[in-house]
């Protein structure tokens, strides 16, 4: 007889693995199913956790040869690309089995293989050895999360076209590197690489870099990275991309028309992502899809079979982690018959660059679209003591509030540990606050921190330190 569960996750990502164990706290009957034979999906294995790691080691790398200019004498700086590589993946491991001693801790069972639908209440897993193993579930959670999206009629190698996942293991540093895309993934690879050595190039079709970010942001963002050394290429299509006998063309056209052909030893096509929604048998059992192939969902997370649900990539909102989390812990309070919720005004993104950019919010743009009255207070690290104090002067915060109100609506920051930053604006957004909240807010000195302390204060013009 088949084992019966009161809930089964199909994908073992942030959100999967979270909604399992948190559905076990809870003291539901869980079960996990993942395909990759390690917990913590795209994120901890090919995505999030192992291009910080990389951009960590670059960024000591890059300080290391720079030593001498602030008075630290050492000897000649070499690169070991294999034991960068080691310790990227002995990082990965450490947390993929910390996930699985967590899934024990709380008794979650943990199915290795490929979950598929068989009914709306029972799910095939197939293993590696192709052996078949068929489970019974009260209720179902889909978190089989996303992949990287090709362009149209190009197939990723992994060697010589590569996505994230080939640019996270490559085997060399490249001489020369086309990047495609200038979204928060091409430009953290890139900035990798070239920390390492190699000549980076962006190729966008957009007339700027991380679409969706507040314009002013995005621009500030760019000329730090040309300086760099990251070289862009604006309102540009790629036309075609072939292998050459020492690497890959790439054929394309501005917005002039002009034709512009690239070599490079490798290209990264860093263009989106796609929801992973095949080899479920969704269509088996009736669950309806958007125009994008992502699970269409309730305000509760309910596909349009009551007791199968969908959180994360695999649904309509950011791709991030941290929001599959969210999701993740609201779906296995649901279930228990509590009130899950997750508040998609205050979602906050990082790009991990040097410096870092964050933002929680609205943007100006939006703000203008909506036609929102608005007041903006901006700070520059520049003016900040800590910052100065270690050099680390480039970026500024942001702060959009409502005219009339003085809530906070949006946060942007570009600068040192932005990503730490930004939970403290978030916190803020949840709670409702002001400009003059965080203004009267008092801050350690000196930080950071107290750059967004004087953004809030120049809301009302009345910042002390610019």
């Known amino acids: 007889m088949a084992d019966k569960f009161q809930a089964t996750i199909i994908g073992g990502g942030p959100g999967g693995y979270v909604c399992a164990i948190r559905l076990a706290q809870l003291g539901i009957k869980t079960a996990c199913i993942e395909s990759r034979g390690t917990l ?39 690169l070991n690309l294999q034991k ?20 024990k801790k709380n008794k979650v069972t943990y199915f290795k293989g490929i979950g ?27 978190s089989t999360g996303s992949e990287p999206m090709p362009l149209p009629g190009i197939e990723f190698d992994e060697e010589k076209i590569i996505s994230s996942t080939g640019a996270l293991s490559l085997k ?25 050595g190699s000549e980076v190039h962006v ?11 507040d314009k002013e942001i995005s621009n500030e963002f760019m000329k730090i990275l040309k300086k760099q050394g990251l070289n862009f290429h604006l309102e540009t299509k790629v036309e075609k991309i072939s292998k050459s006998k020492n690497g890959v063309i790439i054929e394309t056209s501005n917005k002039e028309g002009k034709k512009i052909k690239f070599e490079s030893d490798v290209v990264l096509i860093s263009v989106g992502r796609k929801p992973y929604t095949k080899n479920l048998n969704l269509e088996k059992v009736g669950i309806e899809l958007d125009e994008k192939k992502r699970i269409k969902v309730s305000k509760n997370y309910q596909t349009n079979i009551k007791n199968i649900y969908a959180i994360g990539d695999v649904i309509e909102g950011p791709m991030l982690a941290h929001k599959a989390e969210e999701e993740g812990i609201a779906v296995a309070e649901l279930i228990s018959g509590q009130s899950g919720h997750v508040n998609y005004e205050v979602i906050p993104g990082v790009i991990y660059t040097t410096p870092e950019v964050a933002s929680v919010g609205k943007t100006e743009e939006q703000l203008k679209e909506k036609n929102q009255k608005y007041k903006i207070g901006k700070f520059p690290f520049m003016a900040n003591s800590r910052a100065k104090a270690i050099d680390e002067p480039d970026g500024f915060v942001k702060i959009l509030a409502d005219a009339t109100t003085d809530k906070v609506l949006g946060v942007h920051l570009i600068g040192p540990h932005a990503g730490e930053l930004i939970a403290e604006m978030a916190i ?4 409702g606050a002001s400009s003059e909240d965080i203004a009267r807010t008092c801050h350690a000195h000196p930080t950071f ?3 967004v302390k004087e953004a809030a204060l120049s809301v009302e013009k009345r910042q002390i330190h610019s």
């Open 40 to 78: 913590g999906g795209t994120c901890l294995n090919i995505g999030c956790i192992p291009s910080k790691n990389l951009l960590n080691l670059s960024e000591n790398f890059y300080k290391a040869k720079n030593f001498s200019k602030i008075g630290i004498e050492v000897g000649e700086v070499k």
């Open 84 to 103: 960068i590589m080691e310790n990227k993946d002995k990082a990965v491991m450490t947390l993929t089995k910390g996930v699985e001693f967590l899934f």
């Open 116 to 142: 598929k639908l068989k009914s709306p209440t029972e799910i095939t897993i197939v293993d590696k050895k192709n052996k078949e193993t068929n489970i019974q579930s009260d209720n179902i959670i889909i």
């Open 172 to 196: 060399s540093v490249p001489k020369k590197m086309l990047v495609v895309g200038g979204g928060y993934i091409g430009l953290e690879m890139g900035s990798v690489w070239s920390r390492l």
């Open 203 to 213: 190729v966008e079709f957009l007339d700027h870099i991380t679409s969706g970010m």
């Open 428 to 431: 803020a957004m949840e709670f």
């Open 449 to 451: 921190s107290e750059a």
